[in-house]
């Protein structure tokens, strides 16, 4: 018997695991895979690791701008994959000795639900049975294989893939498509542009990067297509023949076009995990396919809540993880709920997006009464040290009535290091004229958050 069960141990599961141990509840925690969920091994760690080794490699081959030569700068792909996994090994290992450390229980394994007794969940993994009276479901997502012709048996045979075997692919092939361009079909597209494949970006969509503003979006998509990228903007992708992707163009239904590919990734988006878990042994409310929760993270089942991606709020790992806090603290005994107004998203590009609140067009679906100031990041020194020809952005979103900041959008690097003080700033609510007496260090790129306010 314990005091609560978490199934899944992702970033969800893992630190709800951590907090709830060191809070003294005696608590088990059930993993199929990894510990460290699809963010640790398959994710957001993993990508960045490989997209550092890009960016690396671009400042060794275009370091003349920096009046730095350097020849023969090549790439090692397959050292590249053993930093990545060596990286990863060393932050699981980190996570399992925190997990030691607050007494938590770890069963490898799947979790299933058989059912609830006299407020006693009851959890099984292979032939042994667990209950407790707190059930935390952390169980996450997976990619969306979309059922076009071509997409299984290219899985099978390796041409198509997915989050999960891209990160592994210890080749750089000649060319990629990528199916989808949000934030992972980016990352992905940015690193195998670096190190050298022709890659193809088919996007459904009118634009890249999903409901980043409209203008980012663009900045960012030049940017690539200067580097070599294509892109294919409302197109639907309708079969993937071995070495083919084959698209229409919207309003052009019935022309069939294709482009050549040696790997196609597909990045169409993610869905929760909630197959076999036995959510309707509890009657778990399962809505389009994630589990509805509450602002403090619990289902409709009295003591059985849901975290991270597997609630389909925010598929992000920083989200997964307040989400996680949010329901231990209250198991703990202390109110805290989920505010998601102030959720920072980047996209690790070069140069990086990073975002936060509202944009233009939010606010006007919302009929949100909004000012902008929009400036170059050219107004920061270190930027134009850092960044020959940067083309960056710094975008501010004010409500003008009550004279607070609403949103911030960035483009340009360091972006995703910088985003965080207006999230802090929407968070807080603080006054345009507090945010005025902060004084920034000198010179960051950091600056252009304080440039920007002062040009409202
Ligand atoms: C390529 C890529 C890049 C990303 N980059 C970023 C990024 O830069 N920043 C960011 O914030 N987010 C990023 N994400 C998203 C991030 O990985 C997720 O938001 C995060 O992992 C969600 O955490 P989670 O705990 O909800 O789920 P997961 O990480 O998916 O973990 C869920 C765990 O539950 C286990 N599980 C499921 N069912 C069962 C069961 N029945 N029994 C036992 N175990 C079970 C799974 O094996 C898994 O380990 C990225 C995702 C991908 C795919």
Known sequence: MFDLIIIGGGPAGYLAAERAGHGGL??????????????????????????????????????????????????????VIARKNKIVRNLVAGIKGQLKASHVTVKDGFGEILGRDNGIVKVKVGDEVFEAPKLIIASGSEAIVPPIPGAKEGLEQGYV?????????????????????????????????????????????????????????????????????????????????KGLVEYEESGKSGVKQSVEADYVLLSIGRRPVTAGLGLEKLGVLVERGHLVVDAIGQTNVPGVYAAGDVNGHWMLAHVAYREAEVVINNLLGKRDVMRYNAVPSVIYTNPEVACVGETEESCTAK??????????????????????????????????????????????????????????????????????????????????????????
Do not use: W
Not at 35 to 45: D, T
Not at 50 to 55: D, G, Y
Not at 401 to 417: F, Q
């Open 367 to 456: 009929g949100i009464a909004y000012r902008v100031a929009s400036i170059s990041m050219n107004y920061s020194g270190r930027y134009m040290a850092e960044n020959a020809n940067g083309d960056g952005i710094c975008k501010i979103v004010v409500d003008p009535v009550r004279k607070r900041l609403i949103g911030c959008h960035l483009i340009g690097n360091y972006a995703s290091e910088i985003i965080l003080v207006a999230a802090m700033l929407i968070e807080t609510e603080m006054k345009i004229d507090d945010i005025k007496e902060f004084i920034f260090p000198h010179p960051t790129v950091c600056e252009i958050i304080r440039e920007a306010i002062f040009q409202l």
């Open 161 to 241: 893939l997915t989050n999960r075997e891209i990160l592994n692919l210890d080749l750089i092939p000649k060319s990629m498509v990528i199916v989808g361009g949000g934030v992972i079909g980016l990352e992905m597209a940015s690193y195998f542009n670096s190190v050298g494949s022709k890659v193809t970006v088919i996007e459904m969509l009118d634009k890249i990067a999903g409901p980043t503003d409209r203008e980012i979006s663009s900045i960012l998509q030049k940017n690539y297509e200067k580097k070599g990228i294509t892109f294919k903007l409302s197109c639907k992708v309708t079969g993937l023949p």
């Open 26 to 79: 005696k608590t088990l925690l059930i993993e199929k895979r990894f510990i460290g969920g699809v963010c640790l091994n398959e994710g957001c760690v993993p990508s960045k690791a490989l997209l550092h080794s890009a960016k690396i490699f671009d400042y060794a081959k275009h370091g003349e701008s920096y009046g730095v030569t350097t020849t023969g700068a090549s790439i090692d792909q397959k050292a």
